[in-house]
């Protein structure tokens, strides 16, 4: 089975700040990555597929990049409605979701 | 506009059976799969299983095998996740979601069933 882990597992950041998020498969998965987001009490929403692709009405500060094993998701400037968890999820084999990272207000 | 509409909220004993479901709309729904994510109180998210409504096609993540069942009806556009027997430890949200094939993601999800088991 096919592995994912994220780091962090959360961290702090300010309205304006520029967050990185990582995301490492256990073995090569090409591009079949995604990146969701999910707020307290809601469903998750779809953010990022296939590594690095917008999804319609997502704004543009959220990017994706990565290939194979090593994969980010970037929030270029943080906005107070981004503060949610962030998972990774694999679709190469199966669909293994990344534990997630919790982005608080510091 | 596609969406997936999830039944209402379950209290159930342990060792009882139960069925929820999952009615898609706005998109053909024998062409796409719907997938099965249950989230456990305060933890993330773990793929069950998946169908295809036009064959009944399904794959069950190991994890889950044999501890659920995976079904739909293509008359009314709807899927099912069904337990036998039911356990405390069951207590979860769980969350149908549309499978792209084309760009392999899930989107739209269904706005999530909680079922909770307790004597």
């Known amino acids: 089975d096919i592995q994912m882990t994220q780091s962090p597992s959360s961290l702090s950041a300010s309205v304006g700040d520029r967050v990185t998020i990582t995301c490492r498969a256990s073995?090569?998965?090409?591009?079949?990555l995604n990146w969701y987001q999910q707020k307290p009490g809601k469903a998750p929403k779809l953010l990022i597929y296939a590594a690095s692709s917008l999804q319609s009405g997502v704004p543009s500060r959220f990017s994706g990049s990565g290939s194979g094993t090593d994969f980010t998701l970037t929030i270029s400037s943080l906005q107070p409605e981004d503060f949610a968890t962030y998972y990774c999820q694999q679709s190469y084999t199966g669909f293994a979701f990344g534990p997630g990272t919790k982005v608080d207000i510091k | 506009e596609v969406q997936l509409v999830q039944s209402g909220a379950e209290v159930k004993k342990p060792g009882e059976s139960l069925k929820i479901s999952c009615k898609g709309s706005?998109?053909?729904?024998?062409?796409?799969?719907i997938g099965w994510v249950r989230q456990m109180p305060g933890k993330g998210l773990e793929w069950m299983g998946i169908?295809?409504?036009?064959?009944?096609?399904?794959r069950y993540s190991p994890s889950f095998q044999g501890q659920v069942t995976i079904s739909a009806d293509k008359s009314i556009s709807t899927a099912y996740l069904q337990w036998s027997s039911l356990k405390a430890s069951d207590t979860a949200m769980y969350y149908c979601?549309?499978?792209?094939?084309?760009?392999?993601?899930?989107?739209?999800w269904g706005q999530g069933t909680l079922v909770t088991v307790s004597s």
């Open positions: 979601a549309r499978w792209t094939s084309l760009s392999y993601e899930f989107d739209p």
């Open positions: 706005g998109y053909s729904f024998t062409s796409y799969w």
């Open positions: 073995q090569s998965i090409s591009s079949y």
């Open positions: 169908i295809y409504p036009g064959d009944s096609d399904t």
